[in-house]
């Protein structure tokens, strides 16, 4: 569905404690679980039925960076019988770039979400002169 989504609610019945990862999330994705669960109980967004969209958001974005890895190590075009050719691993890594965005969004983990405004000064336009925003 399009358009501004609801403001994260507190949930009814928050966590007590910060649950740690799951023992079967990979290595990336149980540091960003380590990070994002801190950030959703600190707000009490952290509950039961939380937990299978935050697994979802660490394993997606833990595959981006075993992607990214995987691409510095072998680069990000390989030789194929046809020519060079984009590494398998960039359609995958884009795909969960895409469905981590979307996840976090959901979470609430983006600044917009949150509620973050960009720019240290208010009053500043952002590098554009006055009279063209006008």
Not at 39 to 48: I, P, S, T, V
Not at 64 to 76: D, S, Y
Request: aromatic letters at 4%; glycine letters at 8%; proline letters at 8%.
């Amino acid at each position: 569905m399009k358009g501004r989504k609801s403001a994260p609610v507190e949930a009814e019945r928050p966590a007590k404690r910060c649950p740690p990862p799951p023992s079967w999330l990979p290595q990336h994705a149980k540091k960003e679980w380590k990070r994002a669960a801190k950030e959703l109980h600190g707000r009490k967004l952290l509950a039961d039925d939380v937990l299978a969209t935050l697994e979802s958001y660490c394993v997606a974005v833990g595959q981006v960076r075993e992607c990214e890895e995987l691409m510095a190590t072998e680069g990000r075009i390989i030789k194929s019988d046809t020519g060079p050719k984009p590494h398998p691993a960039f359609r995958m890594q884009q795909a969960a770039m895409r469905e981590g965005r979307l996840l976090a969004a959901e979470l609430g983990l983006t600044p917009h979400r949150r509620g973050v405004k960009g720019g240290e000064n208010e009053d500043d336009n952002g590098g554009w002169d006055s009279d063209l925003l006008s």
